[in-house]
């Protein structure tokens, strides 16, 4: 019984401190556990296999930082899918965030990992195979105007008129998209019901874990393709286009963090239960 | 300079985290730092939002803008009483665009979807679809009666609210693990930078105070 009350007094910061432990033994020595892709992130990764050359695809990159790399990751490995495809690639961000995480991706950072390369590595143009629209303000307003008119920002981000971009005459509204990847932190449930409730569009939805469960429902009743979570889903995603980046690279020191704090709760609630049957 | 950010980053994120250890001097100043960077950009994000949306189309002769922009004047007049009526307009302006893409978006979305998407048939090619199937069939059903009130279920009744109960707590399980899972991402991702960068030179001086504030304590004590 001793020990189960030393236990009970002990303060939470040796917790932190062997979590910090942990985490750091993964990160400067990898472990390299496997990851093995989900069928929830895998339905998406297909679905884009499948689509027909030429299709226009929407990748809304609303990551944040305040997010870390959890949504950063996702919006990577996706991208990289498409530039893999023969699609033509309509990347948008509904967060003001999102051009300096685009940006970081094409430079490579510690949030996004190693330099995104469109031309290089894909061999992909930008104006022909992809364009970047730029930050659209106003949420659910901007959901239905980008939706119902897809030149509505008349530039690109870099300030180039639209009709001086070849990918342009692919995507005039909704009609045109065949998919939309929507990567973000807020705002699900009015998406999924204005893009496709509204438009009957297939969207891909990846969020940070702490939003996810709100969208298996979603998942559930055919609302949405895939939802692609947290850093788990970057490392599925990454896995499945034989990429490893970032996302993978985070997964050892991740598990072995998650499975610290499972031992924590079996532990804590083994010594609850002693502690309950000493008192009676 | 990329020393310079890697440091002031170390020792932002360490300062932050020193709150595990107790509230101090160095977590309050990097925390009034924070919101302080936060509130700058979101001013300079809402200015640029404003002067690229509706300024500047007004200003090449767009006129229809001047509309947004008298009504935006309205959350300002809010703060006068003299011409807080004003602010009205506004707010109905606004209330009424949220009801309406509300009304267009969550009805569809999350309530008929959702309606659709659970009473589909129980029968599947594969096994795991049909166990799946009968869970959500259960599931929807257990967890609605759960919140029937206006009769207490007995005798063999009472299991069905139970089961409601039970499954509204793995649903409330899950949506804690994956909070715990996106936290941790943000502190695996935090402790990368700090570990593989320059950033890493500022984990010794953090240490070191800490050990200075342990040693101080305990001389005070005894």
């Given amino acids: ?247 993978c690279q985070l997964m050892d020191g991740l598990s072995l963090a998650q499975l610290l704090i499972v031992a924590s709760i079996i532990v804590g609630n083994i010594a609850g239960y002693y502690k309950r049957r000493g008192g009676k | 300079m990329v020393l310079v950010d890697a440091l002031i980053y170390g020792f932002g994120a360490l300062a932050i985290w020193s709150l595990m250890y107790r509230e101090n001097l160095g977590y309050r100043i990097a925390e009034h730092f924070y919101v302080g960077f936060a509130a700058a950009n979101a001013l300079v994000m809402g200015w640029e939002t404003i002067r690229k949306v509706a300024v500047t189309p007004l200003l090449q002769g767009n006129v229809i803008w001047i509309i947004p922009l008298i009504l935006s004047l309205g959350w300002v007049l809010f703060l006068f009483p003299k011409t807080r009526s004003f602010y009205m307009i506004t707010i109905a302006f606004v209330v009424g665009l949220g009801t309406a893409l509300a009304i267009r978006s969550a009805i569809s979305a999350q309530i008929v979807g959702q309606l659709i998407g659970s009473m589909h048939s129980v029968a599947s090619s594969s096994p795991m679809g049909l166990f799946n199937n009968i869970l959500i069939w259960i599931g929807s059903l257990c967890t609605l009666v759960y919140f029937i009130f206006t009769r207490e279920a007995k005798g063999p009744l009472s299991v069905i609210p139970k089961i409601g109960r039970i499954l509204i707590m793995v649903v409330v399980g899950v949506a804690y693990a994956n909070t715990g899972l996106g936290r941790l991402a943000n502190f695996q991702g935090i402790l990368t930078n700090l570990l593989t960068t320059e950033a890493i030179y500022a984990i010794p001086v953090a240490l070191l105070v800490i050990a200075i504030d342990v040693i101080r304590r305990r001389m005070k004590t005894t």
């Avoid at chain 1, 189960?4 to 993964?26: F, G, M, N, R």
């Avoid at chain 1, 965030?97 to 469109?118: F, H, N």
């Avoid at chain 1, 031309?119 to 119902?148: C, Q, R, T």
């Fill in chain 1, 1 to 247: 019984m001793g020990f189960i009350e030393k236990l009970d007094k002990l303060p939470s910061q040796y917790l932190w401190v062997i979590l910090l432990c942990v985490s750091s033994i993964a990160i400067l020595r990898p472990i390299g556990l496997p990851v093995v892709p989900s069928s929830l992130t895998r339905d998406g990764y297909n679905f884009i296999e499948d689509l027909p050359p030429d299709s226009v695809v929407v990748l809304d990159w609303s990551a944040t930082s305040g997010y870390g790399p959890e949504l950063e990751t996702q919006c990577v490995a996706v991208f990289r899918h498409l530039l893999s495809r023969p699609l033509k690639v309509i990347i948008v961000s509904f967060a003001s965030e999102g051009p300096l995480l685009y940006d970081m991706a094409l430079e490579g950072s510690k949030l996004s990992g190693v330099a995104v390369k469109p031309e290089e590595d894909y061999g992909k143009i930008y104006g022909e195979d992809y364009v970047f629209l730029g930050y659209i303000p106003g949420n659910e307003v901007a959901f239905v105007a980008f939706a119902e008119d897809s030149w509505m920002t008349e530039k690109d981000e870099y300030g180039k008129p639209l009709e001086e971009l070849p990918i342009m005459q692919y995507c005039k509204t909704v009609e045109d998209w065949s998919l939309a990847v929507t990567l973000r932190g807020s705002f699900f449930e009015e998406m999924i019901g204005l893009w496709n409730s509204a438009y009957g569009l297939p969207i891909i939805m990846g969020g940070p874990g702490v939003s996810c469960p709100r969208l298996f429902p979603f998942y559930a009743a055919g609302q949405l393709v895939s939802i692609i979570v947290s850093v788990v889903g970057s490392s599925h995603y990454e896995t499945l286009i034989g990429e490893p980046g970032l996302g």
